[in-house]
């Protein structure tokens, strides 16, 4: 066995173990939209991304912009929807007969998953919400497992309007999002994030750095 193969399968080991340990994570938050923009589509959104080995069944898991003994009047439940492994979704702020316009907004196909508040299931006490609006200060998304268990959480001091805030598949805070950066993009309103696109943690990220170099080697 070559010492190329088998720095190739060390690799691919180092990532089946970094990515058991992995978990569901808030990968980006977007408290305002930027000013003018259509109230059709401006809605506060938030984006999950799946960085385990495994698809993962949403339906039970819960979010809410307060830190709460869940369930509570705050809880916004998810449908029976299948996270697979590296997709990130969107939560947004707006019903089914606006995704065609915030799509075209950011220009992103159909196949990123976008969930509008006709698809989140409210709690047991019904109170016609199914998003926890996000203010401009002290706010943030708290994410959990169908036990209450806080599995994420992104909190914020004070938003810029019209930029998001991004985090990376591990959990580390990115800060604002920058047009270029991370796959931030600018919107058709003035918007900056990078909706659909999680940025891979930085352990997977070198790993797979030196996989490609180890690979052009063994040509």
């Given at each position: 066995m070559s010492r190329a193969?088998?720095?190739s399968a060390l690799i691919v080991a180092a990532l089946a173990a970094s990515t058991a340990f992995a978990d569901l994570r808030i990968t980006e938050v977007a408290p305002q939209t930027t000013a003018g923009t259509p109230s059709t589509i401006n809605g506060d959104w938030w984006e999950l991304s799946n960085s385990g080995p495994g698809a993962i069944d949403l339906a039970g898991y819960q979010w809410a912009d307060t830190e709460d003994a869940l369930p509570s009047s705050?809880?916004?439940?998810?449908?029976?929807?299948?996270?697979?492994?590296?997709?990130?979704?969107?939560?947004?702020?707006?019903?089914?007969?606006?995704?065609?316009?915030?799509?075209?907004?950011?220009?992103?196909?159909?196949?990123?998953v976008i969930l509008g508040i006709d698809a989140m299931l409210d709690d047991a006490t019904p109170d016609g919400d199914t998003f926890s609006g996000l203010g401009n200060t002290n706010d943030g998304v708290f994410f959990y497992d169908p036990s209450g268990v806080q599995l994420s959480s992104y909190l914020y001091a004070a938003n810029t309007r019209g930029v998001s805030f991004e985090a990376d598949m591990a959990g580390n805070d990115l800060g604002l999002s920058v047009v270029g950066e991370n796959g931030a993009v600018l919107g058709a309103n003035g918007d900056i994030a990078s909706p659909g696109f999680a940025v891979p943690a930085p352990g997977a990220m070198s790993m797979l750095a030196l996989g490609a170099v180890l690979a052009r080697r063994r040509r």
């Open positions: 193969i088998t720095a705050d809880s916004n439940f998810f449908p029976a929807i299948t996270i697979s492994p590296g997709q990130s979704i969107i939560i947004l702020e707006e019903s089914a007969s606006s995704l065609a316009a915030w799509r075209a907004n950011w220009g992103i196909p159909d196949t990123v």
